[in-house]
């Protein structure tokens, strides 16, 4: 699990998020179920080239949810807290 689209999925944008980059200065990312957190670290080291101080995991369990008269579940997924160094910042929209 090398590559960095395997292991950073995607940014997850919300008001809880949000509140976070703010405050704290973390950021929260969609990430491979089978990374840990030194290969989240290096990934987001290597792409937007910032020094991240720590990163927290949680797995986030698949809601049941009912498809008309049928029951199932969506699919368990990975969530990354990344908190960088003070000074260091991430720009997803630049113009």
Do not use: C
Not at 19 to 35: I, K, P, R, W
């Amino acid at each position: 699990m090398s590559e960095l689209h395997d292991v950073l999925i995607r940014p997850i944008f919300s008001e809880k998020t949000t509140a976070l980059q703010n405050a704290d200065n973390t950021y929260t990312f969609e990430v491979g179920e089978s990374a840990n957190k030194l290969q989240i670290k290096n990934a987001v080291q290597t792409l937007f080239e910032v020094e991240v101080e720590a990163v927290h995991t949680v797995i986030m369990r698949g809601k049941t949810k009912r498809f008309g008269s049928h029951f199932g579940k969506r699919s368990n997924w990975k969530k990354a807290y990344v908190r960088l160094s003070q000074g260091q910042s991430l720009n997803f929209f630049e113009a």
